[in-house]
């Protein structure tokens, strides 16, 4: 066998390779001797410093555990820190929140203001020294000596509120407070205070003492749509903030709290008491005596009557937040704050949407349980004609047009009819109303009783609740399994929804087709006006132009706008628009009939009756009316078919005077009830149960007071002359309508109560 010799490269490398190894072990080793001698050297040298005993344990440990937790802690803020520095990135952060914008109708006429009041902004040094100190006094005592953080005042605020059980005392300075003003929301919650805290310190080291306090008189709101002091000043006592009195300085002071609920034009005695809180305030502060608020107390501060304006405000705040959405999107070279804003509103709809709203809950509302509605009228374009957002401003600023997320009800089926027929389905295809089970959900109808074979048409004017989650399984197209298939059509419903414009989340649940997810009524209306629109979606907005302070035109929304969107042919929008013609002529919706325009739309209400709605559409206009309660809680059987479509009546007729009646593609004539269709029960129909007994007119109730105290007239004289001694006669009676114990009515009170009722029909029993 024959011998392998290694070559001489193999010799080379193979030398080289040991050589390699030798000097990293030689490295290694020199590198744990001389690290071993360091650390000796290193022990001998602190073995100097050395502290045995007691010492060790008084002094060494304890700042040892100090460093570490110190330096732990570091690390805990700077994490921490990090989201509320975020909000500090935009250079141009002080600017970012002082719009000052002037409101302007749709004709042109002023309807009111938001933001802060550049135009009338006064120096520091020019506040009366009664504002400063009271605001002192009563929000930050300290602010002068803490560092954007009074610690003793928040320790107090959480003993004070921890004995109380509650909250009874704020524990924020002056500059946390303008920390959430300019970068923060008003949330509640933890990683809010944390994140106003760090901004607080952040401010601190950008801006003097003064210039805090200046932003915060500046940007505080003050109630009634205002911001800042001398806005308040001049919306509450007509003056400029230079020009107010000690009583008035503490009734603004008394605003920062909780503006809305010690807002005087609203609540005067409340924010007399406020006031007088704030007076005590000043004297444990040793600012003034007793003597010296002595006369405030003895005469606070009148606010002027202002019950009689009706500005739109929700409408405002919601046109407000458009234009900073819409501020945000102009150059950031772009400087000018100061702007003139013409919106989409009719002051004419909006009162009568308001008359609307008002007249029906002080009417019905305590017979029904319901507590508050909300509605919006839009042009077929997605501008907002009139919106409400909740029975009064005053009391409460949510707005539940554009904030409240309630659950739809059958209002939300035309969605998912709308699939269907892009989905092989015909107005006039035929499908059986009878038992169907997802899982161990099975889907009733109203009266628990089915229909038999129906037509699309007939299933959406009754609205049938078996059908659509029928329709969700067809249009899954899965025959095999009908989870799948009902899956997989709800998520077509879904991506439907998207494209009418629903944002809000849709979660997929099995009883999503017929309303049980929740939308808004701003969304949930403008959806709708992609019907008559021949298929056409279009964005809601409030906005029609923007202009500068001196005039300049800035935005446009015809020409700088989104544009409308087509998402479904126009065959299918006609289609749905006849279905939902039935709607109205001889199926739920038969309150919103309007006498000679053509109509169409849906009604909903939803389990316990917790909400209620109607929203249709002309050619015109489109408009969503929503009835409920705050708290969730349910009425008193209020359907969409009774308060939210006679609201809806009343609105559009008010909306359409002097306006060119439109068709609507697919409804060539306005539909009219058959009478067949008006004899039909409500077995099937969830919607069609009417409205409560009619209520007279406000001259009717006078003249019923009058007779009452007639009445009571006549009693006291029935009285007399039954206690009239006997055998002498009786004294006469009163005149007028009282005779031998009949009444003669006047002859004016059937006049002013005939054919005068809020609700076209009785109740039935």
């Not at 801006?207 to 911001?227: H, P, Q, S, V």
């Not at 004419?348 to 809950?361: G, M």
């Not at 009219?672 to 409205?691: G, S």
Request: aromatic share 10%.
């Amino acid at each position: 066998m024959r011998k392998i010799v290694p070559s001489e490269w193999t010799k080379r490398i193979r030398h080289f390779l040991l050589d390699f190894d030798a000097r990293i072990d030689s490295t290694l080793f020199s590198s744990a001797v001389g690290a071993r001698e360091l650390y000796e050297r290193f022990s001998t040298f602190m073995d100097r410093f050395y502290v045995g005993r007691w010492k060790r344990w008084v002094f060494i440990e304890p700042l040892s555990e100090a460093a570490t937790l110190g330096l732990g802690g570091l690390v805990v803020l700077l994490a921490l820190a990090q989201p509320a520095f975020r909000e500090t990135a935009d250079e141009d952060w002080l600017k970012k929140s002082d719009l000052a914008v002037t409101f302007l109708d749709r004709y042109g006429n002023p309807i009111g203001s938001r933001g802060i009041k550049h135009n009338d902004s006064i120096p520091l040094e020019e506040f009366p020294d009664n504002l400063i100190k009271a605001t002192l006094a009563t929000e930050d005592r300290r602010f002068y000596d803490h560092f954007g953080i009074d610690i003793s005042g928040t320790f107090r605020a959480l003993v004070t509120n921890a004995q109380a059980g509650g909250v009874r005392q704020g524990g924020s300075s002056i500059t946390q407070q303008l920390a959430k003003n300019l970068f923060l929301s008003n949330e509640r919650t933890i990683e809010r205070k944390i994140n106003e805290a760090f901004l607080a310190i952040w401010l601190e080291t950008r801006l003097t003492k003064n210039e805090i306090l200046k932003l915060y008189l500046d940007r505080a709101y003050m109630g009634g749509g205002t911001f800042g002091v001398d806005g308040a000043a001049h919306f509450y006592f007509n003056k400029s903030v230079r020009d107010i009195n000690l009583a008035e300085a503490a009734m603004l002071a008394g605003l920062f709290k909780a503006p809305t609920k010690y807002a005087p034009h609203i609540n005067l005695p409340a924010a007399r008491a406020r006031a007088n809180q704030v007076l005590d305030n000043m004297v444990d502060a040793g600012f003034m005596t007793e003597g010296q608020v002595f006369g405030a107390r003895r005469n606070p501060a009148t606010a002027v009557d202002r019950r009689d304006e009706n500005s739109p405000n929700y409408f405002l705040d919601y046109a407000f937040d458009e234009m900073r959405k819409l501020v945000d999107t102009f150059p950031k070279s772009y400087t000018e704050r100061v702007f003139v804003v013409r919106t989409t509103i009719d002051m004419n709809v909006q009162h009568a949407a308001d008359e609307a709203i008002e007249n029906q809950l002080r009417q019905f509302g305590r017979d029904y349980h319901a507590t508050q509605a909300a509605t919006v009228v839009a042009d077929l374009d997605g501008g907002v004609r009139a919106m409400v957002g909740g029975r009064d401003y005053g009391s409460s600023q949510f707005n539940r047009a554009t904030d409240a997320m309630r659950q739809p009800g059958s209002s939300f089926k035309p969605y998912v009819y709308t699939t269907a027929l892009l989905n092989g389905f015909k107005p006039t295809s035929k499908i059986v109303d009878g038992p169907v089970c997802l899982g161990n959900w099975c889907p009733q109808n109203y009266g628990h009783s089915y229909s038999g074979t129906v037509t699309l048409t007939q299933a959406l004017t009754r609205s049938i609740n078996v059908v659509p989650i029928k329709l969700s399984i067809a249009i899954g197209n899965n025959p095999k399994n009908q989870w799948d298939s009902a899956k997989k059509g709800r998520a077509k419903i879904v991506a439907m929804a998207r494209k009418f414009g629903i944002v809000t989340p849709l979660p997929d649940t099995p009883s999503l087709p017929i309303g049980a997810d929740e939308v808004n009524v701003l969304e949930h209306a403008v959806a709708y006006a992609t019907f008559p629109n021949k298929g056409k979606a279009v964005t809601p907005h409030a906005i029609l132009e923007v202009r500068t302070g001196a005039g300049d035109l800035v935005w446009r929304y015809d020409r700088d706008g989104p544009k409308p969107r087509q998402i479904i042919p126009p065959q299918t929008a006609a289609d749905m628009a006849m279905m939902m013609s039935h709607v109205v002529s001889e199926g739920t919706a038969r309150r919103a009939i309007l006498d000679g325009i053509p109509a169409a739309g849906k009604t909903g209400t939803t389990n316990a009756y917790r909400d209620a709605w109607f929203v249709g559409y002309t050619g015109n206009f489109v408009c969503a009316v929503w009835y409920g309660n705050d708290d969730y809680s349910p009425t008193n059987r209020l359907t969409g078919g009774s308060l939210p479509a006679q609201t809806w009546h009343d609105i559009m007729t008010a909306a359409h005077r002097g306006v060119e009646i439109k068709d609507i593609p697919g409804v060539a004539e306005p539909a009219k009830p058959t009478a067949a269709a008006a004899a039909r029960t409500a077995a099937n129909d969830a919607d069609n149960i009417p409205a409560p007994p009619p209520v007279l007119t406000k001259r009717g109730a006078e003249i019923l007071v009058r007779v009452e105290k007639m009445l009571d007239e006549a009693g006291k004289s029935l009285g007399k002359t039954s206690s009239a001694e006997p055998g002498k006669p009786s004294p006469p009676g009163p005149p007028g309508p009282v005779s031998t114990g009949a009444l003669a009515f006047p002859e004016s009170f059937a006049a002013a109560t005939a054919g005068d009722r809020a609700s076209p029909e009785p109740r039935k029993n």
